[in-house]
């Protein structure tokens, strides 16, 4: 939308508004103001926080969302502030009703957070407090009137600005202290008129002091003072000239000589006669002094005629009247002639060029001097004065014209001075500049460079700012530089201030040394260039892990073995150098009780006591606290490390023999039992692993007649032969486990 606005008036607003209304795809329902439009007045005295007014949304009904208020627009210096809990507008800041007399806010609610809300306009009326007396333009004036003015005139009119409105802007005046009553004032206008005819001859002058008084409560006041003042004589004649207008002065008259009487007459009375002279134009260079009161002009410096031949100064001849009145007229000086100028060159100081390894004659330049005085002073001969180098120049002394006597060298000497003079005393400079061939090559200032610089450089960094000097000038000494050999991409070179910088990141690793040349040329295509050879050894830093060859390791040791007994060596490789490459290895974890050590330089992981295959069969897989994590660190600073893990299994060796659940076996058995019967099982354990730990049973005794058979493998025992209790009543059967 567009929206624009209009005031009571009928005026436009100065542009339009550009409103965009976004349509939510939602079922929300807002909170609503109770009103559209709130109306609120605050005396622009009130203090910070005063309470203005409150706004109130209704939220829907059901809803369990709490609404909060805030202030959206209007507001944009924070005069204001908004409780967002109970919508209680106050105010922030000082109020001035004479910045600002009318706010307009629009204040926004939302329900809980919800995307949509609702807004109502709140207009607060600033109300004026009388806090502005009138101001007049000034604090006191004078008027001139004539004595012969008729009652009802208008002498003055004072008027006074009230920054209030309403009643406390309204100014009313009045003459708060006068000497007669030969005046009044309107009180709404502030005219001042006069009320009867004066006498001059009796009082000249009159003080009023005017009061301009506002109409709030209490009132404020202001006060001027007016002066009034009745002149005698009317000032009806202006001052006429008298004395000729032209007037003739020699140029080297001394300071303070009398060159003209200015004299103007006034038929007037007293002061309106009275006549006082003053330069207006002319006399720019205060050449010359006019006394105001006897006319008399008179040099106030040195005359030159050769700088002015003549000035037009505009004189004014002025009264003193109410009002002033006057007269001009342009006085003519012409300044005669004397001879007291000597010869001149037209410039103190001549630079000029000239090529070296020239022959003698080459032209150079032309000098001129001029006399401004006439006749034989003004014929000039020019010569060169004594000085270095002046022997290889020669001078025409009728035309001024400078030549060379010798060839030049610029490298021997590249500036010439040189005085010249005319016959009588003036001097002027000459400087000659010898100007260049391109006869000399660059040169460095050593032929080779070396220098170190870390692998941890950053891309872009100066390593070397390489110098070349060439005697020559301007282009033909400018020094470019270049690099002729490959840098495989780590270095370059500013081609004008010959800095060295890297362009890649380096690494000691990859290559630790780079040798290439660097040359400097100029423009010439005659002379050699000049080369220097640069070495840029690449020192270490420590960016290089420690790496194992392998980060999982695995080993066996048989049990029983002697302390010291070596089991794996492990390998961790560091790519950079000295201390830095320097591997260190260590037990970091798993190492319960201390059963092995690593030797820290080599790397070699051994037993550092007994083992027993029946405590532990596994460092790693049976139980965590058993895990071997080695590690690897470099002696840098800082230090750089890495891990490894080591799997150790210990190998089983038969040192355990078997042993039964129970020494003895107590079986009962009715006698009456059929063969084939299971009469009991018995049962050994083996603490060895593997083939070591299989058992196998046999009966070495007490089965003579064979009633019981064992099963080897298992160790059940079972009946073979019918029993008799008769014949025996108890078996006593030895049964070896092996």
């Not at 720019?284 to 105001?292: C, I, Q, R, S, Y």
């Not at 070495?700 to 008799?724: E, M, Q, Y």
Request: aromatic share 6%; hydrophobic share 35%; glycine share 6%.
């Amino acid at each position: 939308l567009t929206v624009s606005a209009r005031d009571g008036g009928g005026l436009p607003s100065a542009s339009n508004a550009a409103v965009t209304v976004n349509i939510l795809q939602t079922v929300l329902v807002p909170a609503i103001f109770e009103r559209s439009r709130y109306s609120f007045s605050v005396p622009e005295d009130a203090p910070e926080d005063s309470v203005i007014g409150t706004v109130k949304a209704k939220e829907p009904p059901n809803s369990l969302e709490a609404v909060s208020y805030r202030i959206c627009s209007g507001d944009p210096h924070g005069k204001f502030s908004i409780d967002p809990q109970f919508g209680i507008i106050r105010t922030k800041k000082q109020l001035d009703h004479e910045a600002q007399s009318v706010v307009v806010l629009t204040v926004q609610s939302q329900l809980g957070d919800s995307p949509i809300y609702s807004s109502t306009q709140v207009n607060i009326s600033v109300t004026d407090i009388n806090d502005n007396p009138p101001v007049f333009l000034t604090k006191s004036d004078r008027v001139t009137i004539s004595h012969t003015q008729p009652p009802g005139t208008a002498v003055y009119i004072a008027h006074a600005d009230d920054k209030d409105s309403g009643l406390n802007g309204a100014v009313k005046y009045s003459i708060a202290s006068k000497q007669s009553d030969a005046f009044s004032i309107d009180p709404s206008l502030g005219v001042v008129n006069l009320t009867r005819t004066v006498v001059a001859e009796k009082q000249q002058e009159y003080t009023l002091h005017i009061a301009a008084e506002d109409c709030g409560s209490p009132p404020l006041t202001s006060l001027l003072m007016l002066t009034v003042r009745f002149r005698l004589d009317i000032n009806d004649n202006s001052p006429s000239f008298v004395s000729l207008p032209l007037s003739y002065v020699m140029e080297d008259v001394e300071v303070g000589f009398l060159v003209h009487h200015v004299v103007a007459k006034d038929p007037d009375e007293g002061r309106n006669g009275q006549v006082t002279y003053h330069i207006l134009s002319g006399n720019e260079n205060k050449a010359f002094v006019l006394d105001k009161i006897t006319g008399l002009l008179t040099t106030a410096q040195f005359l030159d005629r050769e700088v002015q031949e003549h000035y037009s100064l505009t004189v004014m001849a002025l009264d003193d009247g109410s009002p002033a009145l006057s007269a001009t007229q342009v006085l003519t000086i012409v300044v005669l002639d004397a001879n007291d100028e000597t010869p001149g060159f037209l410039k103190q100081l001549y630079e000029t060029a000239v090529h070296e390894n020239r022959d003698p004659g080459e032209f150079v330049v032309r000098v001129e001097a001029v006399d401004r005085d006439a006749g034989l002073n003004s014929l000039l001969q020019y010569e060169i004065l004594p000085g270095a180098g002046y022997e290889k120049f020669k001078m025409n002394s009728d035309s001024g014209e400078l030549v060379t006597a010798a060839s030049l060298d610029r490298e021997t000497q590249e500036v010439f001075s040189i005085k010249g003079s005319p016959s009588r005393s003036s001097t002027a400079q000459l400087y000659l500049t010898v100007l260049d061939e391109n006869d000399h090559s660059p040169l460095f200032a050593k032929t080779q460079y070396q220098i170190s610089v870390t692998e941890d450089l950053e891309e872009g960094s100066a390593i070397l700012d390489l110098s070349a000097s060439d005697e020559d000038a301007g282009l033909n000494g400018e020094v470019m530089y270049s690099l002729i050999d490959g840098t495989y991409g780590a270095f370059a070179i500013d081609s004008v201030t010959g800095s060295i910088i890297t362009t890649k990141a380096l690494d000691r690793e990859t290559k630790s040394q780079y040798t290439f040349r660097a040359v400097a040329s100029d423009c010439s295509t005659h002379f050699p260039r000049s080369t220097t050879v640069m070495t840029v050894l690449i020192q270490d830093v420590n960016d290089n892990t420690p790496k194992f060859e392998q980060s999982y390791y695995k080993a066996s040791v048989w049990e029983g073995q002697s302390p010291k007994t070596d089991i794996i060596q492990v390998f961790a490789t560091d790519l950079d150098s000295g201390l830095n490459g320097e591997t260190e290895y260590s037990i970091v974890s798993g190492n319960e009780n201390a059963a092995f050590l690593i030797d820290s330089a080599r790397g070699i992981l051994a037993t550092n006591t007994g083992l027993d295959y029946e405590n532990t069969s596994s460092y790693r897989e049976m139980a965590a606290s058993h895990q071997l994590v080695l590690l690897a660190s470099d002696h840098g600073t800082p230090s750089l490390n890495s891990t490894a893990t080591v799997l150790i299994t210990v190998l089983d060796v038969n040192d355990n023999p078997p042993v039964f659940s129970s020494p003895e076996y107590h079986v009962h058995v009715k006698e009456s039992i059929p063969i084939g019967s299971h009469i009991t099982e018995i049962s050994a354990k083996d603490c060895d692993a593997g083939t070591n730990a299989e058992i196998t049973y046999a009966i070495i005794s007490g089965n003579d007649r064979g009633h019981f058979c064992l099963d080897a493998r298992t160790g059940s025992v079972n009946l073979t032969k019918t029993l008799d209790y008769e014949d025996t009543m108890k078996f006593t059967l030895v049964i070896q486990a092996t």
